[in-house]
């Protein structure tokens, strides 16, 4: 079994704001580690969603990923936290009211 990465935020959050990016989330453990971020300041200007379908079809989810293939839009989204932010709480909404499981990998950045 693997460990939950929430057992160690702070390593988590070191890798998350490297090259490297985070282990692998589901939906909760984001959600749990959400206030942890906001405390710190911290946001998601990148992500990578595997999307889990209760049929079992598993995929790549680019329409929820934030990987700079939206336009201007997500493109920009890489250089203003502001942008950023309302990007990832899109996409982290729409997949909370999915009856679909997701793996999730996130990138962070500061507010500085």
């Not at 390593?11 to 984001?30: E, H, K, N, V, Y």
């Not at 939206?70 to 950023?84: C, E, F, L, N, V």
């Amino acid at each position: 079994m693997n460990p939950d990465p929430l057992d160690d935020i702070d390593g988590l959050i070191t890798l998350a704001m490297s090259g490297a990016g985070s282990p692998l989330l589901t939906l909760p453990q984001l959600e749990e580690l959400l206030p942890v971020l906001a405390d710190r300041r911290l946001f998601v200007p990148s992500m990578e969603v595997a999307t889990y379908e209760p049929s079992g079809k598993a995929y790549a989810d680019m329409d929820l990923s934030i990987i700079g293939l939206d336009g201007d839009r997500d493109w920009d989204a890489h250089r203003t936290p502001a942008i950023s932010v309302a990007l990832f709480e899109e996409r982290f909404a729409e997949m909370k009211q999915s009856p679909n499981s997701y793996q999730i990998k996130i990138w962070l950045d500061d507010h500085e």
